[in-house]
Every structure is written in C-alpha cells, then in structure tokens.
C-alpha cells in the first residue's frame, strides 16, 4: 500500500514545481524545500503507523517525498537536515519488519538510445538509494522498474537494456526488480531479462492479463518465484482490477475477487508465500475489502489485518 486516503490530509507526495522554486528569493529556496521534504517524512511516518495499526505489512514508499531532488539545476542534500527522521522511518520499518519498497516513475528506463535518458535513469535510481541509504534499508527493500520502450524494436531495445544496465551502479542493481508491462514487454520477455541479469521479477497479474506471453500461469509463476531465491525477500506480485471492458488496463477503484480468481488458484498448487501489492484507487479500502473478500472462500484463514492462509 502506498498511501491511506481514510487518513486525513496525510499525503507524503507534496511536491515544489521547479517554476515554483525559480520565483521564489533564493534565500528561501531550501528553506520550502526542507518545509515540504518535513512535511512529507512527517506524513510516511503517519502512514506506517496507520499500516501497523492494522496489520498491512507491505508498504510502497513515496517517490516523492523529496521535491526537486534530481533536477539538475536544484539537487540539493536532503538527507543532512533530516537525519533523525530518516532513521526514525528505517527503524520502525526494521522493528515492524515491515517490507517497503520504491516505484519510480515511467520515465525511469534503460532502453532508450539517448545517453542523457539512461544518465537521468541512473540519477533517479540513485536518488531512490539514497533515500534507503538514509533509513539504512538499503538491504531489505526493493526499486521497482520496467524495462522500458521498444522503440520500434523490441529485440534491439532489449540489447540495449542489458548495455545500458551497466552504468547502474551494481550496489544498486543488487535492489532492483522489473515487472511485466500492459503494453511492450509481456511477463515472458521480462522473466527472460530478469534471469539473464539476475533481477527479482515482481509479477504484475492485471499487467499479464492485458499483454499476455505464452507460457501458463502454472509454468510462469514458479519461474518468476525462483529469481527471488537469492534475495532473502518474498516475491511479490501487483493486483489490481480493469476499470471496465473498455478501459481495460485501468486501475478500478477496487479489486474484483472473480478476475483474481485464476491468480488464486494457481498459487494454491505452488508451496509459496507471496506478497500481494495492491494498485487501485482506493488504496487501503481496497486492499482491506479484498482481505475480506478472500477470507470468505472456503478453506481460507485469516491471520492478521492483512494476511491469509490458504492451505
């Protein structure tokens, strides 16, 4: 869960436009910018304890919780002045045993034949690192990406990801994990990549069922589950519901329990605990209905606020 819209004006994705920033004295330039990144370290912290409250384990931390902070005429540091904060987080994600893990943007890829759009992937990964390094989770949570565009070239952009892969610092590359897409690289090609560079694959089942591969449910899931094996980190796999027939590949504001069904099923055959991320509109509603929902089929247990047992 990223973020729980029954709290009250609690969002850790306040953001400074950089046309903001530029009409402002410069004298108070990093004075807004410390006032919003506070407000936003204040608001995560509001958010993992409305998690632990009601037992949600997984949580998808804010790519923007530092404004402007790979914009290359601003970059400034923002881990100094928030030093106690940004431990304060790590410790209550390590004493919860919380697992957390950063989505940056779409733009954020390796595929691309222009230098300066890797260049700014790598800034973006590594301001996503550092942001673990400042919680000291630098080893216990994931930066989920895609692969990118294909460019008019699927194959040539490929190549070009595992190239262009290299100038990712590898500290980093050790943190990251790809997901399947709705559009370009169905789960097949993106389970491909993963093992070739040793990549966790986080399994995106609305994603696949909108882009789908060859391979079945049954002989793909088992394959996605072993790239995680060396990472000491439950796979995890993102659920959401088409918002309808003709915007299929939109997030509903829920999570319809028949279209995961099929998901469901399959995982009952494989001996696997997964993480579920949920990606719908309603956030920590939706992700609570559906805990519900699940607990409700025969042979299903409840264990906690946001966990069930299927045996």
Not at 16 to 27: G, P, S, V
Not at 69 to 74: I, M, S
Not at 116 to 138: C, I, K, P, Q, R
Request: proline share 4%; net charge negative; aromatic share 8%.
């Amino acid at each position: 869960m990223s973020q729980a819209i029954t709290l009250w004006d609690a969002s850790p994705s306040k953001t400074l436009t950089f046309a903001r920033y530029q009409q402002l004295k410069e004298e108070e330039r990093l004075d807004k910018l410390k006032e919003i990144t506070s407000l936003n370290l204040d608001h995560t912290l509001r958010m993992l304890h409305y998690n632990i409250a009601h037992e949600i384990e997984l949580y998808r931390f804010s790519s923007s919780i530092v404004p402007l902070a790979t914009h290359p005429e601003v970059m400034w540091d923002f881990t100094t002045p928030f030093r106690e904060t940004w431990q304060e987080i790590g410790s209550l994600v390590k004493k919860q045993r919380l697992r957390v893990s950063f989505h940056p943007n779409q733009f954020t890829l390796f595929t691309s034949p222009r230098g300066e759009v890797t260049a700014n992937a790598v800034t973006d990964m590594s301001y996503h690192f550092g942001m673990l390094e400042a919680m000291e989770l630098e080893d216990k949570a994931i930066i989920n990406i895609h692969i990118g565009g294909a460019y008019g070239d699927k194959q040539a952009a490929i190549e070009r990801f595992h190239e262009n892969l290299q100038t990712l610092p590898c500290r980093i590359k050790q943190q990251m994990t790809l997901e399947n897409d709705d559009k370009t690289y169905h789960a097949d090609e993106t389970l491909a990549v993963c093992e070739k560079e040793k990549i966790p694959m986080i399994f995106d089942y609305h994603h696949h069922m909108a882009n789908l591969g060859t391979l079945s449910l049954e002989d793909l899931l088992p394959s996605v589950f072993a790239t995680w094996k060396h990472t000491g980190l439950l796979p995890k796999i993102h659920i959401s519901s088409p918002k309808s027939e003709k915007a299929f590949r939109s997030h509903a504001d829920f999570i319809e329990l028949d279209f995961i069904k099929p998901l469901l099923s399959a995982l009952t055959k494989i001996n696997t605990d997964v993480d579920f991320m949920i990606e719908a509109k309603a956030k920590d509603q939706a992700m609570l209905k559906l805990v519900e929902d699940i607990s409700s089929i025969r042979g299903i247990k409840r264990i906690s606020g946001g966990a069930v047992e299927w045996r």
